[in-house]
C-alpha cells in the first residue's frame, strides 16, 4: 500500500504545474539535476541565474504570487515541459525521441537558438525570435564578481558524461564543482577546450576563446549548433574537435556575435507582478 501511494504521489507532482517545492501559490523553476545528489554546474546555473535576475528587482524566488506557475530557463530540458509552462532560454534535447514533448502549449519568451524555435513552432507553438542562453547574461549580472585573468594557458571542461575520459586531466575543470570555483577556473585560462556546453558559453561570454572537443557521441550535436546560431554565428562557422590535441590545434571557435539586452528584457517578471 506505501508503495503504491509513493507512486501515486510521484505521479500527481510529474503531472500537475502547479505542485512546487513550496506549500503557496509561487512560480516553480524546474532544472534538471543527477538522481544520485550531485549537481551539474551548467544545470545549477538556471537557479543562479533566475535569482539574480529577481533580485534587480527587490523579488525572490521563495515570494508569493498571485498566480502559481512554473519556469523552465537554463538547460536541454524541454521534453519536461508542461501545457502551460514559461520559458525564457530552454532548448530542445536532441537525443531524447520527440514524442517525448507533450506539451500542448507553452509561453514562450526567449529560447536558446534558432533550432529550438523551429521545433516548437512546427508544433504550433509562437515562439519569439529572442534567442540565447541564459548564462550569457552572467557578466552582465554579476558585475566585477568574475575577472578573466588569463593565468594558465588553457582548462579542460568536460560534459558530466564525459568526466570519466578526463577525470585524471592536470587541467580538468570538473561540472561536479560549485558553479562558482567552474566559474573562476574557466575565467583564469586563456583558451577553454570544453564538451560541457556551458563551458563553452561561459568562456564565449566573458571573452575568452573555446572549442568544442566531441570527446563522446553521448550528447546529440543539436543543442551545440542550437546554442552556436543563437549566439550570432553562422551553421557554416560550427566545427568541433575531436579530441583535446586537436581542439588546441584548432583553437577558438569565431566569437558570438551577441547582444544581451533581447534575452534580458525577456525575463518573464511579469510571473512574480
Do not use: C
Not at 62 to 86: C, E, K, M, W, Y
Not at 213 to 238: M, P
Request: hydrophobic share 45%; net charge negative; aromatic share 10%.
Amino acid at each position: 500500500m506505501l508503495a503504491k501511494l509513493s507512486t501515486l504521489a510521484k505521479n500527481l507532482t510529474q503531472a500537475s504545474p502547479l505542485v512546487g517545492r513550496l506549500p503557496y501559490p509561487h512560480v516553480d523553476l524546474f532544472h534538471w539535476s543527477p538522481d544520485n545528489g550531485n549537481v551539474n554546474f551548467g544545470d545549477r546555473l538556471s537557479d543562479i541565474v533566475t535569482r539574480q535576475m529577481l533580485a534587480f528587482h527587490g523579488l525572490s524566488l521563495d515570494d508569493q504570487v498571485r498566480d502559481p506557475a512554473r519556469l523552465l530557463a537554463i538547460g536541454s530540458i524541454l521534453h519536461f515541459a508542461q501545457t502551460g509552462d514559461n520559458v525564457w532560454g530552454s532548448g530542445w534535447n536532441g537525443k531524447i525521441p520527440e514524442k517525448e514533448f507533450t506539451a500542448g502549449d507553452l509561453k514562450v519568451h526567449a529560447v536558446r537558438g534558432p533550432l529550438t524555435a523551429e521545433f516548437l513552432r512546427k508544433r504550433g507553438i509562437v515562439v519569439p525570435d529572442v534567442y540565447g542562453d541564459p548564462a550569457l547574461l552572467l557578466p552582465y549580472i554579476f558585475k566585477n564578481r568574475f575577472v578573466a585573468t588569463a593565468e594558465d594557458d588553457y582548462v579542460v571542461v568536460p560534459n558530466l558524461h564525459d568526466l570519466a575520459l578526463v577525470n585524471d586531466h592536470p587541467k580538468l575543470v570538473s561540472p561536479l564543482w560549485g558553479w562558482n570555483i567552474v566559474i573562476n577556473k574557466i575565467l583564469k585560462a586563456k583558451f577553454v577546450l570544453a564538451s560541457s556546453l556551458h563551458g563553452l558559453i561561459i568562456a564565449e561570454a566573458f571573452g575568452i576563446p573555446a572549442r568544442y572537443v566531441r570527446l563522446s557521441q553521448t550528447e546529440d550535436l543539436f543543442k551545440y549548433k542550437d546554442y552556436h546560431l543563437g549566439s550570432g554565428r553562422t551553421e557554416a562557422e560550427f566545427s568541433f574537435a575531436t579530441s583535446l590535441q586537436e581542439g588546441l590545434e584548432m583553437g577558438g571557435a569565431p566569437a558570438i556575435r551577441y547582444d544581451h539586452t533581447a534575452l534580458m528584457y525577456a525575463f518573464p517578471l511579469e510571473l512574480w507582478n
